[in-house]
């Protein structure tokens, strides 16, 4: 046996017990020893070498990079979430023949597909779906995650919204949470381009907040430029303070003229 897999498999209990207790910096310390210890496996990939102990080498690989996963959701971290994600899809993929299934495999699919809709990636996003297995699009992570993104573009926003209460998962709220943001934000958006001012109830009701605290505590938060005046949310200074592009409409034609002036020439 590697002498190596006996300390990786003592580190990772530890890393383990270390998550139980939320003790994000333990977690963090030990998780970057075991990821420097799993490269001395060279059944790992991308090597994928037929040693003794492949297969234990690679199932506690695979523990660790799930972990590594779920860790960087517990302490909101996207970047640490789609490196250690893209380390771990290979076992899903191109070792899942060598390794019985994972209980979390689906979560973690799912969860991916929640993050690259909250990040706006939508073409990669079908991307991934078209991976996936017609078993894997009939598991409720995926399919929540689907439901989700045709909410999403159909403009369905208080389905999207009232999706929280159906996860499948609680670790699924981090993102659920950072979509409901999005939707709101694009709401906002939309609405001080196309109106001047809102009473407050209609506000609240616009972007989906149950009480008119929230709905101060967003504007305070993420629009600060709009006015709040006798009852109203009032969006004119913002469009007052958005800087307005001058077309250079003589440098359009100029260039536009010469265009054709060269043509008659060609011809």
Same mark, same amino acid.
């Given at each position: 046996?590697? =002498?190596?897999? =006996?300390?990786?498999?003592?580190?990772?209990?530890?890393?383990?017990?270390?998550?139980?207790?939320?003790?994000?910096?333990?977690?963090?310390?030990?998780?970057?020893?075991?990821?420097?210890?799993?490269?001395? $496996?060279?059944?790992?990939?991308?090597?994928?070498?037929?040693?003794?102990?492949?297969?234990?080498?690679?199932?506690?690989?695979?523990?660790?990079?799930?972990?590594?996963?779920?860790?960087?959701?517990?302490?909101?971290?996207?970047?640490?979430?789609?490196?250690?994600? #893209?380390?771990?899809? =290979?076992?899903?993929?191109?070792?899942?023949?060598?390794?019985? =299934?994972?209980?979390?495999?689906?979560?973690?699919?799912?969860?991916?597909?929640?993050?690259?809709?909250?990040?706006?990636?939508?073409?990669? #996003?079908?991307?991934?779906?078209?991976?996936?297995?017609?078993?894997?699009?009939?598991?409720?992570?995926?399919?929540?995650?689907?439901?989700?993104?045709?909410? $999403?573009?159909?403009?369905?926003?208080?389905?999207?919204?009232?999706?929280? +209460?159906?996860?499948?998962?609680?670790?699924?709220?981090?993102?659920?949470?950072?979509?409901?943001?999005?939707?709101?934000?694009?709401?906002?958006?939309?609405?001080?381009?196309?109106?001047?001012?809102?009473?407050?109830?209609?506000?609240?009701?616009?972007?989906? $907040?149950?009480?008119?605290?929230?709905?101060?505590?967003?504007?305070?938060?993420?629009?600060?430029?709009?006015?709040?005046?006798?009852?109203?949310?009032? #969006?004119?200074?913002?469009?007052?303070?958005?800087?307005?592009?001058?077309?250079?409409?003589? +440098?359009?034609?100029?260039?536009?003229?010469?265009?054709?002036?060269?043509?008659?020439?060609?011809?």
């Amino acid at each position: 046996m590697d =002498p190596k897999l =006996p300390e990786v498999s003592q580190l990772f209990e530890r890393f383990k017990a270390a998550c139980v207790r939320e003790d994000v910096d333990t977690c963090s310390n030990l998780l970057s020893k075991l990821k420097v210890l799993l490269t001395g $496996f060279r059944s790992l990939p991308p090597l994928f070498e037929d040693t003794p102990n492949a297969i234990h080498e690679l199932t506690l690989a695979r523990d660790v990079y799930e972990h590594a996963v779920l860790l960087s959701v517990q302490i909101g971290d996207q970047d640490a979430f789609e490196r250690d994600f #893209f380390q771990l899809k =290979p076992y899903y993929t191109d070792a899942s023949s060598h390794l019985p =299934p994972s209980s979390q495999e689906y979560m973690i699919l799912g969860l991916n597909l929640l993050r690259l809709l909250v990040q706006n990636r939508i073409a990669e #996003f079908h991307t991934e779906l078209e991976l996936l297995s017609p078993t894997a699009l009939e598991n409720p992570c995926i399919k929540h995650a689907v439901e989700l993104e045709q909410s $999403f573009m159909e403009g369905a926003y208080n389905r999207v919204l009232s999706a929280k +209460q159906t996860v499948p998962y609680k670790t699924y709220d981090y993102f659920m949470d950072l979509l409901a943001k999005t939707v709101r934000d694009e709401i906002a958006g939309c609405s001080e381009k196309a109106y001047d001012y809102f009473s407050i109830g209609d506000a609240r009701q616009m972007l989906l $907040f149950s009480s008119d605290d929230e709905l101060l505590q967003y504007i305070k938060e993420e629009h600060p430029e709009w006015e709040i005046k006798n009852g109203l949310v009032i #969006f004119q200074k913002a469009k007052e303070c958005a800087p307005c592009k001058e077309i250079p409409s003589l +440098q359009l034609i100029n260039q536009t003229l010469s265009y054709a002036r060269e043509l008659e020439r060609i011809v």
